[in-house]
């Protein structure tokens, strides 16, 4: 047993806060916005230049000049404002974004997040992640807490150390996997905390499937 | 009157040579000054240095000039889906340097805003600060990046004015407005070209001085790269679209 | 609408303190956020650092809470036409740290991007580049200045939305759209108060992330520095009024 | 004989060229706009914030919204553009500007400028002048040729050196006096060459108000 895709996102959802503007990674973290709580305003941030970003266009209805940072046709509300890749990424670097929900390829247990790159694969780029991460206030990871290899073993993500290449040192506050919730304190010592656990999911699964070191304070 | 061309081959005529550096506006798909490049692209010139977010899709946006050899090296923050540019990069016949995406936006407008270097949290402890000087700030640490500043900008905006004055549409305005003000040159293509007075002075977002040369451009149907939509009467239609980091 | 407050003073309370630093938007009287001053002095707090581009006339804007003492430091770039102003700044009773106007606007915007240091032309082999740190850059001299965060920025537009959208108008523009995101909390006063979606989301100067708190206010007529007008049937009228470097 | 204030402003005027973008100082730069010839396009900047500017506005139109960087109610143009103080120093400190002419208390023999402050005077501050001169492509400065002191004394505005404190170093590209006018090779070591003369001035007057060294060079 562990969380769905759709009991990550939920339970990502749980860090917002009313008022709050976040900006979501794609893959998991793009599902959270269907679980903004009825009456919580949060305003999306998409980093091309678009703050109040709206759902996807209805069919027919999609507009080239409209895209988010995936490069998916979306669509503007009422509150929406575009502004510039340079006013975007002020915006970012300068600490005014609440939350950045994003996936990671690995985590150290001292905040460390690395999801741009593989060595000997083709790199694409890190595009807005390397800002994202250093320059947002609050940043929460949500992934599968191990990686499936081709030959159908596991590896660790949640690391004592990263060994692919960073994309920002101690950036990461929160994690969020199918197996549990972690916090780590990354400007700090305090290390790495398990603080939940998934629906029938043990404290001894989580250990197996960790290399980082942790504390154990359940809440 | 004078800025005004009548195509974007005119509107080239004399700023392009072998081995430049030309600044591209758009990201994905949205916002390219696509006819501008395919201008580039029937000149001929080659080793270019080109700055732009992405490089285009295969075939389409810059990744024509790709097709065609001429680009030399990217300075980019992303470039998946583009099969060609994948094939030249891993036979090293490409270079590319990746830079953040908002330290690419920064470096742009710094060159354009005469700033030489600043110093950005970004990439701190990361490959992208290898060989560039580091430097704590009341307890923070950051890396020093360059400004930026090419020989040719290209941009599309939605309108422009016969001086030259832009507004751009929606988040086709992206890298356009800072690549605009960091060439020696910059020529625009425009959706709609109108006389001085038809913009609101206060909603113009590349002022005049900053643009030597403007065409007019036929859109025809725009490229969408991801066409994404949701079905009428879903019953629980997605409070938001995804975001990205590309 | 949870950002829209009553008034100045309610839109205020809680965060007002001695020895805060205040950034004030405005040049000359020419959008300041009058009402919001107003009730700065109000409050009675005192000992503030104001960074502004100037210190208003005497009575009218900043020169308020310089005539109840209310100011200890500013850091501007031009304070000329105000005599109680100079009467504190000989008498020592007051700090001024002149920033040419250019660094001034780049520290904020600076500060509000999370940029703590850049280089600039500006100021080298002067007094204002004394104390800092220079270096070459391709051959130029560049003087290296910090990004200014206030605790509190407080600005004047002509329209906001309930979510804090910002629109200025004409050259009431100025230092309000840096300052607004260069502070821990930024309050607006504005002449519309709109609903969401009624200002143009491409012409959005300072999108509502910046603006926690936002009142209405009541301009009746506003001040004029310098009236300077012409005749009507002026035979040769001047092409265009003189500039200045104030 | 020497020229006028209007003279001065109509010998700026032929530095001016058909697309310029030009920033105009307070005092006679500002009447520099009164002989822009006929046909020629001259966009002029104002620091605080606009390009595009026109003449001051007939009475009972003035608008408090809009005024130039001497605070003066001026107007706009078809052409005109508005934007922030950060935008505007950005084009300003870019380069982007052709032309600035502005006044000054002293000049330099090596382009060296002073016009903000007199020690042991209320200094009011440089506000943009020293992003002007460090910015702008050419710099022109229109002054009188000799300061008149109060005892009725002259002292030389063109010097070997400033003794004020300076606005800028090696900025200034011509100097335009109402006796002459003066290139300076401000960033090689061809020094300050006097080009031209006032109606009625000799050689030898300008010889004689003249602290720093110069060749000549008379067109």
Redesign the interface.
């Known amino acids: 047993m562990a969380w769905t895709r759709e009991q990550m996102a939920a339970r990502a959802a749980k860090e917002l806060e009313?008022?709050f503007?976040v900006?979501?990674?794609?893959?998991i973290?793009?599902?959270v916005?269907?679980y903004?709580p009825d009456g919580m305003?949060v305003?999306?941030?998409?980093?091309?230049?678009?703050?109040?970003?709206?759902?996807?266009?209805?069919?027919?209805?999609?507009?080239?000049?409209?895209?988010?940072?995936?490069?998916?046709?979306?669509?503007?509300?009422?509150?929406?404002?575009?502004?510039?890749?340079?006013d975007?990424?002020?915006?970012?670097?300068?600490?005014?974004?609440n939350l950045s929900i994003?996936g990671a390829m690995q985590v150290a247990q001292n905040g460390?997040l690395a999801n741009w790159?593989i060595p000997g694969k083709?790199?694409?780029?890190?595009?807005?992640?390397?800002?994202?991460v250093?320059?947002v206030k609050r940043v929460v990871v949500v992934m599968e807490h191990v990686a499936k290899n081709k030959d159908g073993s596991e590896s660790a993500k949640l690391l004592k150390t990263c060994d692919l290449?960073?994309?920002?040192?101690q950036v990461v506050d929160l994690v969020i996997t199918d197996l549990g919730v972690f916090t780590i304190d990354k400007k700090g010592d305090g290390g790495m905390t398990l603080i939940e656990l998934a629906d029938g999911v043990s404290e001894e699964d989580i250990r197996a499937k960790t290399e980082g070191e942790y504390k154990v304070g359940l809440k | 009157m004078r800025k005004v061309h009548k195509g974007a081959t005119e509107a080239l005529a004399g700023l392009l040579r072998d081995d430049m550096m030309i600044m591209c506006g758009g990201?994905?798909?949205?916002?390219i000054p696509d006819e501008l490049i395919d201008a580039v692209q029937a000149s001929g010139v080659k080793g270019l240095t080109i700055v732009s977010?992405n490089a285009g899709i295969d075939g389409v946006g810059l990744g024509k000039l790709l097709e065609t050899r001429q680009v030399a090296k990217m300075i980019?923050?992303?470039?998946?889906e583009n099969k060609e540019f994948?094939r030249q990069?891993?036979g090293g016949e490409l270079e590319i340097e990746?830079n953040?995406?908002?330290?690419?936006?920064?470096r742009?407008?710094a060159g354009g805003a005469g700033i030489p270097a600043f110093f950005?949290?970004?990439?701190?402890?990361?490959?992208?600060a290898e060989g560039k000087e580091t430097r704590e700030f009341d307890g923070e640490n950051y890396v020093m990046e360059r400004g930026l500043f090419a020989d040719l900008a290209i941009v599309h905006a939605?309108t422009g004015d016969t001086e030259g004055n832009l507004r751009?549409?929606?988040?086709?305005?992206?890298?356009?407005?800072?690549m605009a003000t960091a060439a020696k040159v910059t020529v625009a293509q425009v959706e709609h070209l109108v006389q001085p007075g038809e913009i609101d002075p206060d909603t113009i977002?590349t002022p005049g001085i900053f643009v030597k040369r403007i065409i007019a451009v036929n859109t025809g149907e725009?490229?969408?790269?991801?066409?994404?939509?949701?079905?009428?009467g879903d019953a629980?239609?997605?409070?938001?679209?995804?975001?990205?980091?590309?």
Chains 1, 4 share one sequence.
């Open positions: 009313d008022g503007y900006n979501l990674g794609i893959g973290p793009t599902l916005s269907n903004i305003s305003q999306l941030q998409s980093e091309n230049g678009m703050l109040g970003m709206g759902p996807f266009p209805y069919e027919g209805e999609e507009d080239p000049d409209l895209i988010n940072a995936g490069k998916q046709t979306i669509t503007a509300l009422p509150t929406t404002s575009y502004f510039s890749s340079a975007s990424f002020g915006m970012i670097r300068g600490g005014h974004i994003l460390d790159m083709m790199v694409k780029g890190m595009g807005g992640a390397m800002d994202l250093a320059g290449p960073l994309t920002g040192t | 990201f994905g798909l949205c916002g977010n980019s923050s992303y470039v998946g994948a990069y891993l990746f953040p995406q908002g330290t690419l936006a920064e742009i407008r950005t949290k970004t990439g701190f402890g990361t490959k992208v939605h751009y549409r929606m988040t086709a305005r992206n890298f356009n407005p800072m977002h725009k490229r969408i790269e991801q066409r994404t939509t949701r079905k009428r629980t239609p997605a409070a938001a679209a995804g975001g990205g980091t590309h």
